[in-house]
């Protein structure tokens, strides 16, 4: 007996990768239903070879369903993952709202795949922040070889990270230029066409984002407390993939020759490191791609022991929807997850 899987925000472009990547991965799904608010409802998703029309959350039963997968947002996680929750169904959250509470797990599969069975407190798994999750996968072997002490990371991130109304704009404004016509920020704080913004999300008090202060926080509670990051996140006008340069130092000595072996035996990481005229990945092959690419790995001579590489992966992908199913797998497994009897 397969298991029944909600997708919360299937008209949304996680939601919608959600829905494909289940289908790619031949996940153990007897039924999928796709979920949205009321406005949405009646709206067609693909799922594989098949055609879904969407529910809506307001008058679903979850009673009979398995798995949920979140992807609508902080104040939808806060007000129905408890609700769904308590109806025994596991929620996996791809919003930022549960990742620093201490009862729930943040999983990157990769990295504390074991931290998945943590879920049975509140019954919710939160799914880390994109550029965090593609940094770890990276850093996860190369802390296990040499403990890492220190992380500077500056992102470059695209706009579909801002949900589909970033893409929107990125669009309607590199139109503009061409036509001499509207190219007024709406979504973005400056124009992001043929541009770069320096802010992603909402100011701190010391000056951070918070973007760069989650990237911090939760590269701590997944894979070690003691390292210190400091990040720069950047919106950059790219449709798809976010990418980063990662300075890393580490308490014990390694090679730039050792981390490129250790990257290439890594799970989900995927070397491309010549150092010659295209030689490494850029966002726009990263786009549609499971993996998290390294590239430009190199010693840093400014300090001891250091290290600087190049990281691409798509957001969409391994930032959210894959890492969210490859949770999902994680739950079934480890037999943590038995279907109900009712699943269609």
């Known amino acids: 007996m397969g298991y029944k899987v909600a997708v919360v925000g299937a008209t949304g472009n996680v939601g919608r990768e959600m829905l494909n990547i289940l289908a790619e991965r031949g996940f153990a799904a007897d039924e999928v239903v796709p979920l949205a608010s009321r406005r949405s409802m009646g709206v067609e998703v693909s799922y594989g070879e098949r055609i879904l029309k969407v529910k809506a959350l307001e008058h679903y039963d979850f009673s009979d369903t398995d798995i949920c997968l979140m992807s609508a947002g902080s104040s939808i996680s806060k007000e129905w993952s408890p609700k769904i929750a308590a109806k025994g169904c596991v929620v996996i959250d791809n919003s930022s709202c549960w990742r620093y509470d201490a009862d729930v797990p943040l999983v990157v599969p990769e990295v504390n795949p074991d931290a998945v069975e943590g879920f049975k407190k509140k019954n919710i798994i939160a799914n880390p922040n994109c550029s965090t999750i593609q940094m770890v996968v990276a850093l996860k072997p190369l802390h296990d070889r040499a403990t890492i002490k220190r992380v500077v990371v500056a992102t470059y991130q695209s706009v579909s990270g801002a949900g589909k109304d970033g893409m929107d704009e990125l669009d309607r404004q590199t139109k503009g230029v061409y036509s001499l016509s509207d190219v007024e920020p709406a ?134 929807a894959l890492n969210a199913i490859q949770i999902a797998e994680e739950l079934v497994n480890r037999k943590l997850l038995s279907p109900k009897k009712k699943a269609a």
């Open 187 to 320: 979504k973005f704080s400056k124009r992001i066409a043929f541009n770069l913004i320096p802010h992603i999300d909402v100011f701190m008090d010391d000056g951070y984002t918070k973007e760069e202060w989650k990237m911090s926080v939760e590269t701590k509670k997944i894979l070690d407390p003691k390292i210190e990051v400091t990040a720069t996140c950047v919106r950059v006008p790219v449709f798809v993939s976010h990418s980063e340069a990662i300075n890393v130092e580490f308490e014990n000595p390694i090679s730039a020759d050792e981390a490129r072996n250790i990257l290439r035996d890594a799970p989900g990481v995927l070397v491309v490191d010549k150092r010659e005229d295209g030689g490494y990945v850029t966002p726009h092959e990263a786009t549609g791609e499971d993996a998290t690419f390294v590239s430009r790995i190199r010693e840093d001579k400014t300090v001891k022991n250091g290290l600087a590489f190049w990281c691409v992966s798509d957001n969409l992908r391994k930032g959210a």
